[in-house]
């Protein structure tokens, strides 16, 4: 019997902000949602555009092109919220990232991924994973967990918990007719 070989393919979720397409690893990601309002949070950086409900949790909501350094996102028919979860000190939190449009699932192999640039202190290249052509464009593989640093992820999972203690002072007290 021949030996088989296996090429072990990565999954990345393609997206766009403005005129650059990201990818980041499905394992990462944990859902898409539509556009909805987002409750503001007061004293919030600027990229932390707020809350929303998931499923009876809240979940912090994030200008990813804010964080990267672009115009805030101006929101359109394909804007979406990709939920993600990175690893912050063996902790799992999840985020919702937003983005101008989700573009595809592509399958990528380790040999297609060339190193991220290298170009100067300006830009922070240390979130890029590696750089991959597809369609004679290319697109940055981010590292979520580098995206998000510790210090961010601590003031978003603060900002968060204030916002459900808000959430949970505003619902009304039951009463019982005696």
Partial sequence: MAKETI????????FSLGEEVFAANVGKVLN?????KITEVPKAPDYMKGVINLRGTVLPVVD??????MTPTEYTTNTCIVVMEVEMEGENIQVGALVDSVKAVLEIEDSEIKPPPS?????????????VKVDDKFIMLLDMEKVFSSDEIISLKEKTNESEEKVELKEPKKTTNK
């Fill in 7 to 14: 090429t072990v393919l990565n999954s990345y979720l393609s």
């Fill in 32 to 36: 898409i949602l539509e556009m909805t």
């Fill in 64 to 69: 990813t092109r804010i964080k990267f350094g």
């Fill in 119 to 131: 170009i100067g202190s300006k830009y922070k290249s240390e979130f890029i994973n590696g750089m």
